[in-house]
């Protein structure tokens, strides 16, 4: 069994930053690309970042310059660190990580954390 549990999510004022983890766990062999994906209600699930195996990091725009993706390969753990949020960074926040474990390679997702960025 593969788990992928996120944390860090919470309130914070626009202009603000917040740290999001993301660490799995399990019969894992290898994590390979990793991301982050935020979903607003009455929108699509929307790209925010991904790391891949070595550390090629990509963004969105609406992220980009503010949000720094990074991953740690011995502890099998994923951060996004979120500077300068505004209220449309506000979401749940969802991590993806393609994984070979005992039970073959595939995608899993983490149950998400929320993000409110209010003052």
């Known amino acids: 069994q593969v788990q992928l549990v996120e944390s860090g999510g919470g309130l914070v004022q626009p202009g603000g930053s917040l740290r999001l983890s993301c660490a799995a766990s399990?019969?894992?062999?290898?994590?390979?690309?990793m991301g982050w994906y935020r979903h607003t209600p009455g929108k699509q699930r929307e790209l925010v970042a991904t790391?891949?195996?070595?550390?090629?990091?990509r963004y969105t725009d609406a992220v980009n310059g503010r949000f720094t993706i990074s991953r740690d390969n011995v502890k099998n753990t994923m951060t996004l660190q979120m500077s300068s949020l505004k209220p449309e960074d506000t979401a749940v926040y969802y991590c993806?990580?393609?994984?070979?474990?005992?039970?073959?390679?595939?995608?899993?997702w983490g149950q998400g954390t929320q993000v409110t960025v209010s003052s």
């Open positions: 993806k990580a393609f994984i070979q474990s005992d039970w073959g390679t595939r995608h899993y």
């Open positions: 790391i891949t195996r070595p550390d090629n990091k």
């Open positions: 399990g019969s894992i062999i290898s994590i390979y690309d």
